[in-house]
């Protein structure tokens, strides 16, 4: 959405059947005109709320743009999802108008060595290979927490901030420029796999977020196209 000083991206996700003549279910042209009308304006209010310290909270604007957009679209959006940087997001369900779901991202470089003690070194190359290298090698790992957060009677959810800290103190200090199979205690005896890993940080960042916040869902970037999500047992 351009026009507001900055760049937002909204993605409505909507639910329904397909014309079984046309095999359209909403024309696009419908959607951006109902997102221009009954979104934009809000959101440029908000930003021009920002200038004076006024900011609509994120919790409040995302039930009010599910609630705009949704009536001119037939009752059939499920979803809506704003991006307000190339790291950060909020989304709300139709589903559950108490909780939004925030989604921020980070970023640790670490060295593995992918080897499993009960495989032969044979094995354990054909499996691997170039990434079983005794020395190790390293990435550059992407991490997304989604979390989902509880709004208040004011529109307020959690600062953005306040979950920066928790991952970071929790995760990311822990695995940023480290090997990870010598200095993670969970890797000791775990094969720190892009599956493993994501799991890893998964647990912890379990039980240490703020009160009436949970985990909705961790993600794992190894490289640009390997990526492993977790969403609890």
Not at 34 to 46: C, D, F, G, N, S
Not at 117 to 144: D, I, M, W
């Amino acid at each position: 959405m351009r026009g507001l000083g900055r760049y937002y991206e909204l993605d409505v996700t909507c639910q329904g059947e397909a014309d079984p003549q046309t095999g359209y279910f909403l024309n696009i042209k419908t959607i951006d005109q109902a997102v221009r009308e009954h979104v934009l304006p809000m959101l440029i209010e908000r930003v021009n709320d920002e200038a004076g310290a006024a900011a609509t909270p994120m919790g409040g604007l995302m039930r009010r743009v599910l609630e705009a957009i949704d009536p001119p679209l037939n009752g059939t959006v499920c979803q809506v999802r704003l991006v307000l940087t190339p790291t950060l997001s909020f989304g709300i369900e139709r589903d559950d108008m108490d909780h939004v779901v925030m989604r921020q991202q980070y970023e640790f470089s670490a060295a593995h060595r992918l080897h499993v003690p009960t495989l032969s070194e044979e094995q354990n190359q054909a499996t691997f290979g170039k990434c079983n290298n005794p020395a190790g090698h390293g990435h550059n790992y992407r991490v997304e927490v989604a979390v989902r957060c509880p709004i208040d009677a004011q529109g307020q959810s959690l600062d953005p901030a306040e979950l920066d800290a928790v991952v970071d103190r929790e995760a990311i200090e822990k695995l940023d420029h480290k090997h990870l199979n010598v200095d993670v205690p969970q890797f000791a005896t775990l094969n720190p796999s892009v599956e493993n890993i994501v799991k890893v940080v998964w647990q912890m960042l379990a039980g240490k977020l703020p009160g009436g916040v949970t985990l909705d869902e961790v993600k794992v970037w190894e490289t640009g196209k390997t990526v492993c999500a977790y969403r609890g047992e």
